[in-house]
């Protein structure tokens, strides 16, 4: 896998396909344990590990797969990384584990993470489909640890209602609006550097 | 796609399965120790509070008695005694007993009582009241819980185990009384039942 390749798997999930912001998937985990930083950052570093693992393992045997019964397979690789998971924590961090509660077991169905062995890890080689999983995971990360981070601001700000969660849905849509907004922005400044001719035939 | 023979499906299948329980298990066995150890510091650290004022020479966590119900202990589930001796002499008894009749979903207290009745210690283990009003319960977010320390079933009488609206003698919380008159009553039972059972409870 080229470098270039890698760097694209990389961008793309952290901010083009972003998991999250553009995908919207995993929203239950993802607006249930937003309530402070450190949540954000444990299941973010959680469902990271899971999903480079899911990706590299079902990618390392996707020439076994068979077509018919590869979600059982992708369900039964995904639920034994997240046992795997679950029992680290508990035996490392303890006390992330009991503030994440049963949202470290629910990884399992955190759709984002079949997604990408259905749509990506299945097809592409072990390179490339580590490197999604790097970039989807870490892109999902970011985004909890930003709600995170905002939620528990606004709300020590006296804001309360942000922690409640009616304030998730809203910084999550807060958080998708400024995404479209940048980018809009930055095809903006993109369409304005083009030369006249170009322009004037849009 | 041609379709497979159901054997090589099945067999497939069991292979991957063989494989991922392979991987738990080595995981398990990897962390069992450490998990176990985490839990018994826990209790021990969580019980540790509701004991001040008591000297104890005693494992806390191994004087465990399970009180099945019917007890007439708050909550329909079975309660749980930790019973605490200093040179074998029993000095206090913590009780995990829950209130159903809080804000949302039941709560978990833990209700230290030293062998004479007094009080020696309240804890929230575990609620779902609401942030920022019923979670002041909680001795890490305000000092509502420490209120009931020394206090006992004639301190104060009866009908002063009740917040201030309702005639009662202890701190109400803004925002939240159902929160706070749940907790009030649980302990009050709990005292209640401590009182008429004190010698089974030490005794087993």
Redesign the interface.
């Known amino acids: 896998m080229t470098q270039s390749g890698f760097i694209e798997r990389l961008r793309s999930g952290l901010w083009q396909d972003n998991p999250g912001l553009v995908q919207l998937l995993g929203l239950c985990p993802l607006l249930a344990v937003t309530?402070t930083f450190v949540n954000g950052l444990g299941l973010g570093i959680a469902t990271l590990f899971v999903l480079v693992f899911s990706n590299g393992l079902v990618s390392a045997?996707r020439r076994?797969?068979?077509?018919?019964?590869r979600i059982?397979?992708y369900v039964?690789?995904i639920?034994?990384?997240v046992?795997?998971v679950e029992?680290?924590f508990?035996?490392?961090f303890?006390t992330l584990d009991r503030s994440l509660g049963i949202f470290i077991p629910l990884i399992v169905t955190n759709c984002a993470i079949v997604a990408r062995a259905e749509l990506f890890a299945s097809r592409n080689t072990i390179g490339a489909s580590l490197a999604d999983g790097l970039g989807m995971g870490a892109g999902f990360a970011a985004l909890l640890m930003a709600l995170g981070a905002f939620r528990e601001l606004v709300?020590y700000g006296g804001l309360?209602l942000a922690?409640?969660p009616p304030g998730a849905f809203f910084s999550l849509a807060l958080a998708v609006a400024a995404k479209n907004a940048t980018d809009r922005k930055l095809q903006e400044k993109q369409r304005s550097t083009m030369p006249r001719s170009l322009r004037q035939t849009r | 796609?041609r379709?497979?023979p159901i054997a090589?499906?099945g067999l497939?299948?069991a292979m991957?399965?063989a494989v991922?329980?392979a991987?738990?298990a080595t995981?398990?066995l990897?962390?069992k120790d450490?998990?176990a150890a985490?839990d018994k510091a826990?209790l021990e650290q969580s019980l540790q509070p509701a004991l001040s004022g008591i000297f104890y020479d005693s494992g806390v966590s191994e004087s465990r008695l399970v009180i099945p119900p019917p007890h007439g202990l708050p909550g329909s589930d079975a309660a749980i005694v930790y019973r605490v001796y200093a040179e074998d002499e029993p000095v206090a008894a913590l009780f995990v007993v829950t209130a159903r009749d809080g804000f949302s979903g039941s709560i978990r207290i833990l209700v230290g009582i030293g062998v004479d009745g007094t009080v020696t210690g309240v804890r929230i283990l575990q609620h779902r009241e609401t942030?920022?009003l019923g979670d002041k319960i909680e001795s890490a977010r305000s000092n509502w819980v420490f209120q009931f320390d020394g206090r006992s079933l004639g301190n104060p009488q009866a009908s002063g185990w009740a917040i201030r609206v309702d005639g009662g003698e202890f701190d109400q919380l803004t925002g939240a009384s159902i929160t706070p008159r749940a907790v009030i009553k649980a302990i009050r039972d709990t005292l209640i039942y401590f009182d008429a059972h004190r010698d089974e409870v030490f005794q087993e």
């Open positions: 309530t045997t076994w797969i068979i077509q018919e019964i059982p397979i039964l690789i639920a034994s990384l046992t795997c029992l680290i508990k035996a490392w303890p709300t309360l922690i409640l | 796609m379709s497979q090589k499906t497939t299948l991957i399965a991922c329980t991987l738990v995981t398990y990897a962390t450490r998990i985490n826990l942030p920022g």
